[in-house]
């Protein structure tokens, strides 16, 4: 028989198991805090009906999607998750409860041109709160970020807030109403691009030298929080634009709910060159970078918006969330080592009986670890010590228990401890209680 | 513009929040079950190279997967997480450690025809062990089986086991081996087939009415596991198949193991009737049933096989693995109404401010009870009171907090109990652990 070579398509990342526990590990924490405040599960379909799910999509979109033919149903893999959850929310109207607080932990699929770091399958880690137009929530998402990327514990990090009514509104008073969605997505461009291009690009648009200048000086308003939100209230006494006003007054609360909240100002900040490229956004916007660590980009971004599902349903559903491109920045923090691999098995300790004749005793054994809460593996090969300890030693166990005939004989267990090599013999009974006392530090 | 109605394809699942709730409690069960003892996560991608993945299957498979082409790829979804694993073990050979213990949690599709209780998209829960020769492996997976099922709470259950080597053992000696596989797939329908259909079956193979009644009577052998491991001894002394001896030596030891785990005879039992279809399997094989349910089939399958990954390496791989296939499960759980949706939301308290000038204090006061491991949602929605309780009695909260102006000035805060109706005003300090004390139970 000829051998079939084993691989998998280019941009689809699969991992090693001391790779996948870490993961996890990340996978597990976004979930617990998503959980902790009270964002309920919801999981849609990996294929939709492309008449459904591609709606609103362009030409981009169309490109980049894995779509095809099953019989009767022309069905496309689910790029993200903002579209169906339009879908779900539209269609479960009626049996959900508003506002709908929602999280959802899934892989998305786009067939791009794969590099690295840019994947064709990946995980997304979204939370939207559906219905509410309160904006004590848009305050809540940087918290939520917060607790995640602090429990990540992958160094500093900052939520960068605007407001897209700030940002319309100073084009619309500049007399740029009619380009908003072009000016805003150059400005989104700006750390990308040099100064030159951008100003090139504005010109492009028609903006005069003044208009620029204008807009310039505008973006790069900095300093604290308060100097800000002075500054752009001082704007606004002379801006004609209502928007301008009623976006200056949002982030002004915004900020104020997030200190309610207990955040530290260190870990916020108001930054109006975030536009965010998606044209859906109509208030606050989000983007989170890692302080030592800009060239990665935003690790985290979201924004409200006015509509979630106008394609499916004539109720007004305005929302707010962020996602989490978890595969991209798992692949970032491992490259800039702020993830190491500290485990490779699922257990925390290994029992092996040295001969077949223990492995009742050594069964009896890990099970009693398990009931004490110690995940325990059980290695029963019929291999000599040497082998067996070779087997420990590679998997990465600190603590192994052997289990011999002597020990049998004297109730005993032998530990052995792989990284100082150190062998102990220990009444049975004690084994429990010591390996919790090392293990669950 | 013009609405798409928004649905879904048939065959897919999709949960409203509270089921989706019951649905991620039971993978977290198992999940934690699986790490417990020792099996460590690994994940695959949903599209493999169809020429990797279909080098096996028959043209039964063909017809059910959802296969296309993109761009130079011809790719297929995953349609089981076995075939994926024989391709992962190849493909990561030299950097794995074997006894290579994994779990996976994950999705597969199948384009068949959906029916009540039989999806397209469904989620499978695999474990399995390859490189490992150990009869202890094999007591082992009835040990997590009955883990898993216990702590679900879905009523009583028996893990049923045989081995392949005593049926077709059996077979040979009966002078069946040229045919032994047709038998044991008629041997495998005789739950789901007429008594009639059953001797007309393995007629149609050349069977004479005296192989029939032998095989029959044999299958039919019942009793304790002691009475059935002793007639298997029996037979085996005047049996001239090595394998049958062979196979019985494996069950009796498996039987004996399982039993030094200190599992329950009630909770497993020596079944001849079991063959599982799956042509791989060459030892040990499991099926469990819930007892009072025997309809649904079995709920967990599985079983020992010779060589997992022959059509990718040379190296030889036995193991021996069980699987859960969880969406079709937790379909008939809830069929048989062993599944409740006793949660609707993700956080166990809701706290309300009453009117906006509480905000800032409702803020904090949910801060503080997250911090004490209550999963807490906060909801500032501006609604007059009635509405606001609609909410949380909607939603299924038992308490709900209210913070108003008087309650500001004393310092404390309305607690209300959606279940009795009762109200409670109580000091804001002594909030925490009055509600702890009521909710974590």
């Given at each position: 028989m000829s051998l079939v070579k084993p691989r998998i398509p280019s941009g689809f990342p699969e991992y090693l198991p001391a790779e996948q526990i870490e993961f996890n590990r990340l996978v597990n924490i976004v979930r617990r805090v998503y959980e902790e405040y009270g964002f309920s599960p919801i999981d849609t379909p990996d294929l939709e009906l492309s008449e459904v799910l591609l709606t609103k999509s362009g030409g981009e979109t169309e490109q980049q999607i894995y779509r095809f033919i099953k019989g009767s149903n022309d069905l496309t893999m689910r790029f993200d998750l903002t579209v169906p959850l339009a879908r779900y929310v539209a269609q479960h109207e009626s049996e959900l409860i508003f506002p709908f607080r929602r999280y959802h932990i899934g892989k998305v699929h786009r067939g791009e041109?794969?590099?690295?770091?840019?994947?064709?399958e990946f995980y997304q880690c979204d939370i939207d709160v559906i219905g509410s137009n309160s904006v004590a929530v848009d305050a809540e998402m940087p918290i939520v970020i917060n607790k995640i990327f602090e429990q990540f514990d992958i160094g500093e990090f900052t939520v960068h807030i605007n407001n897209r009514k700030i940002l319309n509104g100073f084009f619309e008073s500049l007399g740029l109403s009619n380009i908003s969605k072009d000016v805003l997505r150059i400005v989104d461009k700006i750390d990308k691009i040099s100064a030159n291009s951008f100003t090139e690009e504005l010109e492009r648009l028609g903006l005069s030298a003044d208009q620029i200048t204008r807009l310039r000086e505008f973006i790069n308003i900095n300093g604290s929080k308060d100097v800000i939100l002075n500054k752009l209230e001082k704007i606004s006494l002379n801006c004609k634009s209502d928007q301008f006003k009623q976006g200056v007054k949002e982030v002004g609360l915004v900020v104020k709910t997030i200190r309610d909240f207990g955040l530290?100002?260190?870990?916020?900040m108001i930054d109006l060159?975030?536009?965010?490229?998606?044209?859906?956004?109509?208030g606050t916007v989000y983007e989170t970078t890692l302080n030592n660590h800009?060239?990665?980009?935003?690790i985290c971004s979201g924004g409200r918006y006015d509509n979630l599902a106008s394609h499916y349903t004539k109720k007004y559903l305005p929302g707010v969330g962020v996602s989490i491109g978890l595969s991209r920045l798992f692949y970032k923090l491992c490259e800039i080592g702020a993830?190491?691999?500290?485990?490779?098995?699922?257990?925390e300790v290994v029992v092996m009986p040295?001969?077949?004749?223990q492995i009742t005793a050594s069964v009896r054994i890990a099970e009693r670890l398990r009931s004490t809460g110690i995940n325990t593996m059980l290695y029963t090969e019929e291999n000599n010590m040497r082998k067996k300890l070779k087997y420990a030693d590679k998997m990465g166990f600190e603590w192994v228990v052997l289990i011999g005939e002597d020990e049998l004989l004297t109730e005993e267990v032998m530990l052995k401890n792989m990284l100082t090599g150190e062998s102990i013999r220990i009444k049975s009974v004690e084994l429990d209680s010591f390996l919790l006392d090392k293990i669950k530090k």
């Open positions: 041109r794969a590099q690295a770091g840019r994947f064709r530290s100002d260190s870990r916020f060159r975030i536009a965010r490229g998606l044209d859906y956004y109509t800009p060239e990665i980009g935003s993830i190491e691999l500290t485990r490779f098995s699922s257990a040295i001969g077949s004749g």
